[in-house]
């Protein structure tokens, strides 16, 4: 099946309705922010009509938006569909953590990954990946290991081409043997110089990113509203599963700007939603 890239303002414009201006919601001073995977939907699965119809309710009362380690072509395939525009589901989107950000389907500025930290070191890191996962005596090795991105770099050790049973089996191997815990321990050591971070965020992957650039990058688009269009957002909500230290939900769950909601799958996300707005 072949989806829709949002590449630039003609196709940002597709809807599936129309709504009124974010200072004009009951909640003006409120937005809620998601986590993806395990959150709005399984882990790289599809978010359900059941949930894309609470979020567009939710939308009549306040700002919603989503951030994701991710590439928005991922977001698109999970979130969006073949006739509608991610971008338009969401009055903000933070692919990369917001490194890449969307607001109302106009692209804000962004950053590079490779621009902070040099095209040399960047190469660096991706030889040495490589040669540590050639040298990982693990159950399964598929393709694609190293996915390149704006705001950071996302590694697995299995690959990314792995299938979703494989991708769960592996887990279930990581939790005993903790095969991205040490990487990620040998990664740190090795480009200790740089700065970097890493966060463990899906079944069988993990995110490597300069400092600060973790998911609470993406408040200051939020926090920046306040020059577009005079709002303050007194009240900013979070929606994430992987919460624990390491995980990639854990600095914007912890931010003291944010009210941090731990969800343990997309119906308690529902759940939780329904109760707190009485949706």
Same mark, same amino acid.
């Given at each position: 099946?072949?989806?829709?890239?949002?590449?630039?303002?003609?196709?940002?414009?597709?809807?599936?309705?129309?709504?009124?201006?974010?200072?004009? %919601?009951? +909640?003006?001073?409120?937005?809620?922010?998601?986590?993806?995977?395990?959150?709005? *939907?399984?882990?790289?699965?599809?978010?359900?009509?059941?949930?894309?119809?609470?979020?567009?309710?939710?939308?009549?009362? !306040?700002?919603?938006?989503?951030?994701?380690?991710?590439?928005?072509?991922? &977001? &698109?395939?999970?979130?969006?569909?073949?006739?509608?525009?991610?971008?338009?589901?969401?009055?903000? *989107?933070?692919?990369?953590?917001?490194?890449?950000?969307? %607001?109302?389907?106009? @692209? +804000?500025?962004?950053?590079?990954?490779?621009?902070?930290?040099?095209?040399?070191?960047?190469?660096?890191?991706?030889?040495?990946?490589?040669?540590?996962?050639?040298?990982?005596?693990?159950?399964?090795?598929? /393709?694609?290991?190293?996915?390149?991105?704006?705001?950071?770099?996302?590694?697995?050790?299995?690959?990314?081409?792995?299938?979703?049973?494989?991708?769960?089996?592996?887990?279930?191997? $990581?939790?005993?043997?903790?095969?991205?815990?040490?990487?990620?321990?040998?990664?740190?050591?090795?480009?200790?110089?740089?700065?970097?971070?890493?966060?463990?965020?899906?079944?069988? !992957?993990? $995110?490597?990113? @300069?400092?600060?650039?973790?998911?609470?990058?993406?408040?200051?688009?939020?926090?920046?509203?306040?020059? %577009?269009? /005079?709002?303050?957002?007194?009240?900013?909500?979070?929606?994430?599963?992987?919460?624990?230290?390491?995980?990639?939900?854990?600095?914007?769950?912890?931010?003291?700007?944010?009210?941090?909601?731990?969800?343990?799958?997309?119906?308690?996300?529902?759940? &939780?939603?329904?109760?707190?707005?009485? +949706?």
């Amino acid at each position: 099946m072949s989806w829709p890239m949002p590449e630039r303002h003609a196709a940002m414009t597709q809807t599936e309705d129309a709504y009124i201006p974010l200072e004009a %919601r009951p +909640l003006r001073e409120t937005i809620c922010l998601f986590d993806l995977d395990g959150t709005l *939907c399984p882990e790289k699965q599809l978010v359900s009509p059941e949930m894309r119809s609470l979020l567009r309710l939710l939308r009549t009362k !306040c700002t919603i938006g989503y951030v994701s380690g991710g590439p928005i072509l991922k &977001q &698109q395939q999970q979130a969006g569909s073949p006739s509608v525009s991610v971008i338009s589901r969401f009055d903000f *989107c933070f692919p990369e953590n917001g490194a890449t950000a969307f %607001r109302l389907g106009a @692209p +804000l500025p962004g950053s590079s990954f490779v621009k902070e930290i040099g095209e040399e070191n960047y190469k660096r890191l991706v030889n040495w990946v490589l040669k540590y996962i050639a040298d990982l005596d693990i159950p399964i090795k598929r /393709g694609t290991f190293v996915e390149f991105r704006h705001g950071n770099v996302n590694i697995s050790p299995i690959g990314q081409g792995a299938t979703h049973a494989e991708m769960e089996d592996f887990q279930k191997y $990581d939790e005993v043997y903790g095969v991205r815990k040490a990487m990620i321990k040998a990664l740190s050591l090795e480009f200790s110089s740089l700065n970097l971070m890493c966060a463990i965020g899906g079944q069988a !992957c993990f $995110d490597v990113f @300069p400092a600060g650039w973790n998911k609470t990058y993406c408040l200051r688009h939020v926090e920046a509203e306040k020059y %577009r269009s /005079g709002l303050v957002y007194k009240d900013i909500h979070f929606f994430g599963d992987k919460i624990h230290v390491g995980g990639n939900d854990y600095e914007l769950y912890h931010d003291e700007r944010t009210i941090g909601h731990h969800v343990t799958s997309p119906k308690d996300t529902m759940r &939780q939603l329904k109760a707190l707005f009485q +949706l």
